[in-house]
Antibody, heavy 117, light 114 residues
Framework: QVQLQESGPGLVKPSQTLSLTCTVS??????????WSWIRQPAGKGLEWIGR???????NYNPSLKSRVTISLDTSKNQFSLNLISVTAADTAMYYC?????????WGQGTLVTVSS | DIVMTQSPDSLAVSLGERATINCKSS????????????LAWYQQKPGQPPKLLIY???TRESGVPDRFSGSGSGTDFTLTISSLQAEDVAVYYC??????????FGQGTKLEIK
């Protein structure tokens, strides 16, 4: 059974960088059948896809965030990471990582990130 | 981008009754070469991540009760709960994965007990 777990600071100051890591267990992150995505959800609102990384290291990003987002892969640790620079209060949300096979069969539990001074 | 619009935004149904949630995409998510609709449904309960219910518009995920069913093709889709149970109270989202790389979700439908 594949499991994903997000980790990282729960509080980030405005203009700083949000950094999160997703650790995958129960399966290899290098399987080429899937890619790995980050999705966020502001409190009481809907789901927003942030971006994905393929096992090749190639990436896709939501155009609305593309200038601020980087997703990377660490195959030695079976992890992938999200960096979001120059954050504002609008980036406050629950952040989820998910296995991306088109549809999202496996999700992490999510981590709440608040942007505040 | 493909815009996904769900209706209604909220819904109250009596226990044991049928619940129907609609999802309309701004363009077709049917891929003609394999005749598959790239449409999924998720259930999200408070404090939990979304849970996959249906993919390919009508394929039920393993372990999902058979009272959940998905139907539709092209641009119009429906999630039906045939006999509402108390544990089905949640927000439901549709999701298109046709438009690579930019997948999009519907705005969500909140389902409550009447």
């Amino acid at each position: 059974q594949v499991q994903l777990q997000e980790s990282g600071p729960g509080l980030v100051k405005p203009s700083q960088t949000l950094s999160l890591t997703c650790t995958v267990s129960g399966g290899s992150i290098t399987t080429t059948t899937y890619s790995w995505s980050w999705i966020r959800q502001p409190a009481g609102k809907g789901l927003e896809w942030i971006g994905r990384i393929y096992t090749s290291g190639g990436t896709n990003y939501n155009p609305s965030l593309k200038s601020r987002v980087t997703i990377s892969l660490d195959t030695s640790k079976n992890q992938f990471s999200l960096n979001l620079i120059s954050v504002t209060a609008a980036d406050t949300a629950m952040y989820y990582c998910a296995r991306d096979g088109g549809y999202y069969e496996y999700w992490g539990q999510g981590t709440l990130v608040t942007v505040s001074s | 981008d493909i815009v996904m619009t769900q209706s209604p935004d909220s819904l109250a149904v009596s226990l044991g009754e049928r619940a129907t949630i609609n999802c309309k995409s701004s363009q077709s998510v049917l891929y003609s070469s394999n005749n598959k609709n790239y449409l999924a449904w998720y259930q999200q309960k408070p404090g939990q991540p979304p849970k996959l219910l249906i993919y390919w518009a009508s394929t039920r995920e393993s372990g999902v009760p058979d009272r959940f069913s998905g139907s539709g093709s092209g641009t119009d889709f429906t999630l039906t709960i045939s006999s509402l149970q108390a544990e089905d109270v949640a927000v439901y989202y549709c999701h298109q994965y046709y438009d690579t790389p930019m997948y999009t979700f519907g705005q969500g439908t909140k389902l409550e007990i009447k």
